[in-house]
Nanobody
Framework: QVRLVESGGGAVQAGGSLRLSCAAS???????LAWFRQAPGKEREFVAA????????YYADSVKGRFTISRDNTKNAVYLQMNSLKPEDTAVYYCAAARSYLAAQAMAAMAAYDYWGQGTQVTVSS
């Protein structure tokens, strides 16, 4: 069992930056890791994912060029650097981990992930 705990959320003005962190209670060096988000009244959606080695990353079109996902396997952690934030980025952000190998086309699928954090709120004002 792996427990995930997100941190780093907060309130920021449009154009600002935030860095989210997700710490795992166990070893996750061979897990695919991802960030999803859920805005009020909307379904949870994929934001970014990273393979176990950190060599491959995947992004939703809405965040490409603004967000960067990274991982530190020595710290059992995954990060999401968010720049040029927009009001539409306002949501609760969740990190997720998948025990099994994920093909590229599966990286954005919620059902592929086995463990989820409780989420951290990000609010972007205009």
């Amino acid at each position: 069992q792996v427990r995930l705990v997100e941190s780093g959320g907060g309130a920021v003005q449009a154009g600002g930056s935030l860095r989210l962190s997700c710490a795992a209670s166990g070893r996750i060096s061979e897990y695919a890791l991802a960030w999803f988000r859920q805005a009020p009244g909307k379904e949870r959606e994929f934001v970014a994912a990273i393979g176990w080695s950190g060599g491959k990353t995947y992004y939703a079109d809405s965040v490409k060029g603004r967000f960067t996902i990274s991982r530190d396997n020595t710290k059992n952690a995954v990060y999401l650097q968010m720049n040029s934030l927009k009001p539409e980025d306002t949501a609760v952000y969740y990190c997720a981990a998948a025990r099994s190998y994920l093909a590229a086309q599966a990286m954005a699928a919620m059902a592929a992930y086995d463990y989820w954090g409780q989420g951290t709120q990000v609010t972007v004002s205009s």
